[in-house]
């Protein structure tokens, strides 16, 4: 049975906690602390889009476990369902579905996570990522239309990024990968704006700054 807190979820706030059944047997969110973990969901098993995702999600696998991230998939349909498609997915494309699939028919985990939107479909999830750290807290969430797919990669960079902001405590500017300057964080007195064009940063201005890693 399964046991989801209520209420949508809000960044950098705990993530709402869950106790379901998977293609892997049951999993909670406390399975996951110490590792992070991307949730998303997908509208319904056998449908182009998500076959694509799907097997973006499964060639990054080993990426996203080198980086301390599990990988957790959900629609609402059963189980039976869901090995179906993945048996279809490994006879028709030879890609195997290395992590589990949430079995959400009654849509608890969907509900709980604001992944049904009114006006998309009365049934079916919209494709929503969420991304959640070692502590169980929401980091991030990123919505698609029905109509497209998202990107694998993206979430490699974003979460890349996020695991390095956590590290040094910094930023990261727009369309930022591994090897460019992060953002120092801007000084917060009239004393600290004054030290700032003396700390060797990149300085183009009080508010801006910054550095290489």
């Known amino acids: 049975m399964s046991n989801v807190s209520v209420g949508l979820p809000r960044i950098n706030e705990p993530a709402p906690a869950f106790n379901v059944k998977t293609t892997h047997g049951e999993r909670s969110l406390a399975d996951y602390k110490g590792k992070w973990l991307i949730l998303f969901s997908h509208p319904a098993d056998f449908t182009p889009v998500c076959t694509?995702?799907?097997?973006?999600?499964?060639?990054?696998a080993d990426?996203?476990?080198?980086?301390n991230c599990e990988l957790l998939g959900l629609s609402i349909d059963s189980i039976y369902s869901h090995l179906a498609w993945m048996q279809s997915i490994k006879n028709n494309f030879g890609v195997e579905i290395p992590f589990p699939?949430?079995?959400?028919?009654?849509?608890?985990?969907?509900?709980?996570y604001g992944m049904i939107h009114p006006g998309a479909a009365d049934t079916q999830a919209v494709r929503a990522t969420f991304f959640i750290d070692p502590n169980g807290t929401l980091r991030a969430m990123v919505y698609y239309p029905m109509s497209n797919g998202r990107s694998i990669d993206e979430f490699v960079r974003l979460l890349t990024a996020m695991q390095t902001s956590?590290?040094?405590?910094?930023?990261?500017?727009?369309?930022?990968?591994?090897?460019?300057?992060?953002i120092v964080p801007p000084p917060k007195t009239p004393e600290a704006i004054a030290k700032r064009m003396g700390e060797g940063y990149d300085t183009k201005d009080w508010y801006f700054s910054t550095k290489s890693l």
């Not at 699939?101 to 709980?112: C, L, S």
């Open 166 to 182: 956590d590290a040094n405590q910094v930023a990261t500017p727009a369309g930022w990968t591994p090897g460019c300057d992060v």
């Open 63 to 67: 990426q996203f476990k080198a980086m």
């Open 52 to 60: 694509t995702e799907f097997i973006g999600f499964a060639k990054a």
């Open 101 to 112: 699939i949430i079995d959400d028919i009654k849509m608890e985990v969907a509900q709980a």
